[in-house]
């Protein structure tokens, strides 16, 4: 298979970064930018899908913006930048709205989840996914590195750009998603058959991007196991530990049976001890660059700025193209 050109993903704004956005998506990103053009957003249009406050939601985009750049996403490779400063997406997604159908997106698995149980829910929580398509597609992305959360979102992108493409002539990319095999899905440490969430209800669910040792110490000592002591991967029959010894390869980098039989007989308190440290000691740098970038809202200010410059000529062009095919624009 030859090389995908180019890379697309976002974050929301929204609360903590926690472990499984950073193994699950940003890893991934700071991976690919050697070999890919990757273009990395930050969603605040989607943040507004759910009741948010305007001055929390800005500092919320810095602190994103911050991790990305601590998280080691360079900009002068990869271009990062802020959904709403590019004025195409809103556009596109209008567009891509009147393709759509309300009977796919009423299907989405992460609309009935979030809808679930609340006495309104907006219309752009509905049609969240539209948008998030119009994200990916503006950019001729061929490969979107998310969480497995995503993979019906970018399913449902290439649904619609495939049908747009069918009835107005060429004019889409489609995208696949790149998912991890395991931990595209880092499961929440109190409860280890649901995945890790920012939204969960107890801050005992995520280890955030931003805790100090204390802190993971405690969460990672009050994670749920499994009955029977050994350590092994068997995600179905022991989720909790499967978890964290995913957790630990991702961060290491050691392959499953050698983390096995390293471990075989030592017990889950020991385990625990071990894996605390390598979570420490992984998150260490990114927080120490982090602090450091918080200080400067200015440089991490600028960065946003040139990329969305860039961003916004690269999505220009596909809009206009988009909006020929339309019938917006003489052809
Ligand atoms: P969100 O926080 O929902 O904006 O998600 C940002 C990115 O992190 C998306 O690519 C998600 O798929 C990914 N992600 C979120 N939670 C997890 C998780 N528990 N495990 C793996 N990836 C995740
Ligand atoms: N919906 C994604 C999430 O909640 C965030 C997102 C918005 C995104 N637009 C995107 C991810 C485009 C990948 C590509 O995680």
Redesign the pocket.
């Known amino acids: 298979m030859p090389l995908p050109k180019r890379s697309f ?4 704004p ?2 903590n ?10 890893k991934q990103w700071v991976k690919l930018q050697d070999t890919v053009d990757g273009i990395y957003c930050i ?1 605040d249009l ?2 507004c899908t759910a009741t948010h406050d305007p001055v929390v939601l800005r500092r919320s985009v810095s602190a994103v913006a911050a991790f990305y750049l601590a998280a080691g996403l360079d900009p002068a490779k990869s271009t990062i930048f802020v959904q709403s400063a590019v004025g195409a997406h809103s556009e596109l997604a209008w567009i891509l709205g009147c393709v759509a159908r309300f009977g796919e997106l009423a299907r989405m698995t992460q609309f009935k989840e979030k809808g679930e149980g609340r006495e309104s829910v907006s219309v752009g929580l509905f049609t969240y996914p539209v948008l998030m398509a119009a994200d990916i597609l503006l950019y001729d992305a061929n490969v979107v ?6 993979k019906q979102h970018v399913e449902l992108c290439r649904d619609v750009a495939e049908r747009f493409n069918a009835t107005f002539g060429d004019t889409f990319i489609l995208p696949e998603p790149l ?2 095999g395991t ?6 440490l109190d409860q280890p058959t649901k ?4 939204s969960a209800g107890s801050p005992n669910n ?1 280890i955030a991007l931003e805790d100090d040792p204390d802190t993971i110490t405690r969460k990672i000592k009050t994670a749920v196991t499994d009955t029977g002591g050994q350590i092994c991967y068997a995600p179905e029959e022991k989720p909790g530990i499967s978890n964290l010894l995913t957790i630990y390869s991702l961060l290491t980098g050691e392959t499953m049976s050698d983390l096995e039989a390293r471990y075989t007989g030592k017990g889950y308190g020991f385990f625990k001890r071990e894996l605390t440290e390598v979570v420490v000691e992984n998150l260490r740098p990114l927080q120490t660059r982090y602090r450091a970038l918080k200080k400067d809202p200015a440089a991490v200010g600028e960065i946003l700025r040139q990329g969305a410059e860039r961003a916004a000529g690269i999505a220009g062009k596909t809009l206009s193209r988009a909006r020929k095919r339309f019938g917006m624009e003489p052809v």
């Open positions: 993903s976002g974050i929301q929204t609360g970064l926690h472990l499984g956005n950073y193994l699950g998506a940003i969603v989607h943040a590195p998310v969480g497995e959360d995503q998912i991890l931990g595209g899905r880092i499961m929440g995945k890790m969430s920012k995520y």
